[in-house]
Nanobody
Framework: QVQLVESGGGLVQPGGSLRLSCAAS????????MGWYRQAPGKQRELVATITRSTNSKYADSVKGRFTISRDNGKNTVYLQMNSLKPEDTAVYYC????????????WGQGTQVTVSS
C-alpha cells in the first residue's frame, strides 16, 4: 500500500519559517521525482517545487529564494523548508511523487495546512 504522509504544517506569523516533511512508503522512493504543490481556497492547485532523483530542483517564481526542497533517500522523505513566509503562502500543501521510470504510477499525499497570519 502506497502512502505519502505530510507533516509540519501549522500557523505561523508573517516572516516566520516552517519545515514540511513528506514520508513515503510502499514505493521505490529513489526512482521518483518528488514535488510540493499547494492549493489556496478558491484557487487551483499550483506547483511549488520539485526535486528529481538526481536532486535537480525547480521552484515557482513566487517562492524562489525563500523555499528550499530537499530529499533524504535513506529516509524516503522529501522536505520543504519555507522561510520568510507571507500571508499569500497560506494554503494546503500537498506532496506528490512522479515515477521517473516509464509505466510507473504517480501518487499524492493528503495535504497539510499552512496558515500565515498575525
Amino acid at each position: 500500500q502506497v502512502q505519502l504522509v505530510e507533516s509540519g504544517g501549522g500557523l505561523v506569523q508573517p516572516g516566520g519559517s516552517l519545515r514540511l516533511s513528506c514520508a513515503a512508503s510502499g514505493i521505490t522512493f529513489n526512482i521518483y521525482r518528488m514535488g510540493w504543490y499547494r492549493q489556496a481556497p478558491g484557487k487551483q492547485r499550483e506547483l511549488v517545487a520539485t526535486i528529481t532523483r538526481s536532486t535537480n530542483s525547480k521552484y515557482a517564481d513566487s517562492v524562489k529564494g525563500r523555499f528550499t526542497i530537499s530529499r533524504d533517500n535513506g529516509k524516503n522523505t522529501v522536505y520543504l523548508q519555507m522561510n520568510s513566509l507571507k500571508p499569500e503562502d497560506t494554503a494546503v500543501y500537498y506532496c506528490k511523487g512522479n515515477s521517473e521510470v516509464p509505466g510507473g504510477y504517480d501518487y499524492w499525499g493528503q495535504g497539510t495546512q499552512v496558515t500565515v497570519s498575525s
